[in-house]
């Protein structure tokens, strides 16, 4: 296990208060919030390195410098405001705010954890001013805030950062004009022009073009400067501080990636031969040792030319992970190769993306057929509408983004498409609780409420790689309407062993575990891994419960509903997903216009309230539906309502 150490607050303080030049202790501190942001993601496993450290020099400058919120206090009317719409760099924000005292040590270095701070931006986190991680809201939010202090007749300005990738998204420009309009001057957007987006540079995902003559056709007043440079920051702040009657905007030129030499975005695209690989995840150990050390050494170099003493470096804890493993299977691979194969018989199969690639494994896809792969950049409104275009001209769109945008922020567009009753395919990746690291911004747990309610649209999601590849061939070749293809973005906990002979028919599931004492039907790789955890539970307490897949999330065979539940009276639904408007609410309205819930009990298991972040295991056993969990309300739910049938046990009846 590879040692972390973290740069703790003492030597922050001590920098602080070293009689040294006023950029030479900013560049100082900078690299050792870069030191600590790097450590903290190499705990936690995941987090967005290549961003936060674009933009650290900029954030350290506003904290230091520029802002009066360390000393007037996070609370008070008349603070300076700073936050990041983009908000993936905020592992970056964390190590500053660590560095100024503000967040504690316990929580800084839980970063993805249950106790700790969040993947994404949220409120609840000391210093936080405002949740993002879902694009292109930001500068509306600095609006309002904004806007707020002046009615109240507050000071204090309001600084938002977007990023360069950001600027595709159709509610930035909604804002930029708005803004002008409304004569919202105290406002201050930072645009870090990194040049590279999840994995690509800016101008071969959707060139930005003259982006200054772009702002200033706006209204704003454009400054343009190196963001890695304090001297020209502060020269352009100064510039804005003196500007009182127009919003105001920096374009920062940034080097994704600055402070590790590898991750640095000339030499990281070059290596990686067009792609960069550093924008998410942790680094490997050989990786992390590499870019720790360097980051170090330079700044001890520098504390000997100032006359300091090199740092004193803090060993953190290492974190017990637990005993929870996955399988190799990603259901996404399989889709992705599904829709290599269709493709080959299909000329009207024409894949829609959004920045998201390589997550959504669509990557193969776009080399071996370019010309039907259209790269829409981070605008899933325009991409769901064009689809509708493809649509109507007959054409097959088969539309690819993480499902919190896709089925939320296009969802109007997708009820538009759906009323001309054409056929397009919806892929809704990342749906559901898992992975929970980055926070509510991209879990998924209201996207089947969304759209489900759609008279010709099937929403389905496949438990194992083999269902996934009938699922695409079902949507693509057999169903008459859209459909709503639900995959989780992470590799399966367990691969699902579906009946020999299995074959996808719409509205019917397949009991994978046989049982007589009540029924849990569930669906997707993580769930019904839960629910078998759960079965094996119960097993042991003569508790026989039947494990139903049940992929088609909106749709049900009524007469398959009967035959599967047969003379079991205690129902239960596993949802991934909020208890509104999934699985269990399909069921249980097929139950009641069938007459199948006399003397029937019957349950949901669902994401209640807002989701929480963490660990998989820490978020399930959170929300209660980890297989234990589950046992245990299962066997509580049979304690407390009365025996209604012979295939009801109580505790110790067989």
Request: charged share 20%; with cysteine; net charge negative.
């Amino acid at each position: 296990m590879v040692r972390i150490t973290l740069i703790p607050l003492e030597e922050f303080q001590r920098v602080r208060t070293a009689s040294i030049d006023k950029y030479e202790r900013l560049a100082l501190i900078a690299d050792m919030c870069r030191a600590n942001t790097l450590a903290s993601v190499k705990r936690a496993g995941s987090g967005h390195l290549g961003s936060s450290f674009s933009a650290m020099d900029i954030v350290v400058w506003l904290y230091y410098e520029e802002m009066n919120t360390v000393a007037v206090g996070l609370d008070h009317p008349d603070r300076d405001i700073y936050f990041s719409s983009k908000g993936h760099d905020v592992p970056g924000q964390y190590a500053v705010l660590f560095s100024l005292g503000i967040l504690p040590k316990d929580q800084f270095i839980k970063l993805r954890r249950l106790e700790g701070t969040c993947g994404h931006p949220d409120v609840s986190t000391s210093g936080i001013e405002a949740n993002s991680g879902s694009l292109g809201m930001g500068i509306s939010k600095a609006k309002g805030m904004a806007f707020a202090k002046r009615l109240g007749g507050y000071q204090g300005r309001v600084f938002v950062m977007n990023g360069d990738g950001e600027m595709q998204e159709g509610q930035v420009y909604e804002a930029l004009q708005t803004a002008t309009h409304q004569r919202i001057a105290n406002i201050s957007l930072i645009i870090d022009h990194n040049k590279v987006q999840s994995d690509r540079p800016v101008r071969e995902i959707c060139d930005l073009g003259d982006l200054e003559t772009k702002l200033q056709t706006f209204g704003w007043h454009v400054a343009r400067c190196d963001g890695h440079d304090f001297r020209q920051l502060e020269k352009v702040f100064a510039e804005f501080k003196a500007i009182t009657d127009t919003p105001k905007v920096l374009i920062a030129d940034t080097i994704k990636g600055r402070g590790v030499s590898f991750m640095e975005h000339p030499a990281a695209l070059k290596a990686g031969g067009g792609l960069y690989r550093w924008h998410s995840g942790a680094p490997d150990d050989l990786f992390f040792t590499d870019a720790y050390q360097e980051i170090i050494t330079r700044i001890n170099a520098r504390m000997t030319k100032l006359e300091l003493s090199p740092l004193v470096l803090e060993e953190v804890t290492p974190e017990d992970k637990g005993a929870r493993t996955v399988s190799c299977e990603y259901v996404a691979d399989a889709f992705g190769q599904a829709l290599i194969d269709i493709a080959a018989e299909r000329e009207d199969l024409v894949v829609l993306d959004s920045d998201l690639a390589a997550d959504c494994r669509i990557r193969a896809f776009e080399l071996k057929y370019p010309e039907r792969f259209i790269e829409n950049g981070i605008a899933e409104q325009d991409m769901v509408s064009m689809a509708g275009g493809l649509a109507l001209q007959g054409l097959l769109p088969v539309v690819n983004t993480f499902a919190a945008f896709l089925a939320a922020r296009a969802n109007e567009q997708i009820y538009n498409n759906a009323c001309e009753q054409t056929k397009i395919v919806y892929v809704c990746h990342y749906a559901g609780l898992i992975p929970a690291g980055p926070g509510q911004s991209h879990q998924s747990i209201r996207d089947i409420s969304l759209v489900g309610a759609l008279p010709n649209l099937a929403v389905i999601q496949p438990c194992n790689a083999v269902e996934t590849r009938m699922a695409v061939e079902y949507c693509v070749k057999e169903a008459e309407g859209s459909c709503v293809l639900r995959l989780i973005i992470g590799p399966s906990p367990r691969i699902i062993e579906l009946p020999p002979g299995y074959r996808l028919e719409l509205g019917r599931g397949v009991t994978l575990v046989d049982g007589s004492n009540a029924v849990l039907f569930a669906y997707g790789p993580i769930m019904l891994h839960e629910a078998l955890l759960a079965a094996e539970i119960l097993r042991e307490s003569n508790f026989h419960l039947k494990v139903v897949n049940m992929p088609w999330i909106n749709r049900v065979n009524t007469d398959w509903l009967q035959e599967v539940i047969d003379t079991c009276r205690a129902l239960f639904v596993l949802e991934d997903h909020a208890p509104v408007g999934g699985l269990g609410d399909t069921l249980l309205n097929a139950l009641m216009a069938s007459d199948l819930m006399s003397v029937r009990h019957f349950r949901k298991f669902a994401v209640e309230g807002y989701p929480a972040w963490g660990t998989p295991s820490e978020v399930l056993k959170y929300h209660g539906l980890d297989g234990a969990s589950l046992a245990a309300r299962i066997l509580e739910t049979r304690n407390v309502a009365p025996p209604l049938s012979r295939n009801w046990p109580f505790p110790g009846e067989r």
